[in-house]
């Protein structure tokens, strides 16, 4: 019997040190599962723009009470300092804090021109260009001259007109194997070449910016990869 209630005495013993290491585990795991993520997505003398959590950008002004349990503390031409739960951390922008690292959010920031344009250099089929952003255009929109540079045999793709700022244009409808802007790569891209030089720059029109979650604070814009 002695035997017996010692085997069971180590039983229990074992299963509660076995539970108390699941509950350090828990509460380890469930620490993680909260830490703050944060996104520097612009800079400012004194302020820093910040996405947090995932939510709307944030302007946070250095010293002003937390946001979320962040606290801007100072920022310079390239970075932001921030004190994220309790812990100071320097990013530059455009860094992410707290993502998984199985979470690898494609993204790129844009910051507008004087005339409130937002243009971006980037890639059409591993070919460097530069774009401008126009939500009005339906599709990614190029020159032919652009096109011919880029590799792109548009004349093949199905033909048309379109209306320009500089009148009707003769138009091809093709597919982009890539298209490329910041950290964001999406593929199969519908596209339309414009006979000529109708357009300065590439057109990165809805055809990529439908798959793209768009936030814009004053003059820098978010684009974050949907799918």
């Known amino acids: 019997m002695a035997e017996d209630g010692d085997g069971l005495h180590v039983q229990e013993t074992t299963l509660a040190f076995t539970l108390r290491i699941l509950t350090v585990l828990s509460l380890f795991l469930s620490a993680s599962a909260w ?21 709307a950008p944030r302007v946070l002004t250095a010293g002003q009470n937390p946001v979320d349990g962040v606290v801007l503390i100072s920022t310079d031409r390239d970075t932001a300092t921030l004190l994220i739960d309790g812990q100071k951390k ?10 998984p690292a199985a979470a690898t959010t494609q993204s790129a920031t844009l910051t507008a021109d004087s005339r409130g344009h937002f243009l971006i250099d980037g890639q059409i089929n591993g070919g460097a260009v530069r774009f401008l952003v126009d939500t009005g255009a339906t ?17 093949k793709g199905q033909p048309g007109l379109m209306g320009t700022a500089n009148g009707t244009a003769v138009a091809y409808r093709v597919k982009l194997d890539t298209v490329r802007v910041g950290d964001i790569v999406a593929n199969n891209i519908d596209a339309t070449v414009l006979q000529g030089n109708a357009i300065p720059f590439a057109l990165l029109g809805m055809s990529f910016l439908n798959r793209m979650e768009m936030k814009r604070v004053g003059e820098t814009m978010v684009l974050i990869k949907r799918f």
């Open 139 to 155: 599709t990614v929109a190029l020159s032919s001259a652009d096109a011919t540079r880029l590799g792109i045999d548009y004349r």
């Open 90 to 99: 320097t990013l530059a922008i455009g860094q992410h804090h707290g993502a």
């Open 35 to 55: 830490a703050t993520e944060v996104n520097v997505i612009g800079l400012f003398p004194g302020k820093a723009v910040l996405v947090i959590n995932g939510g």
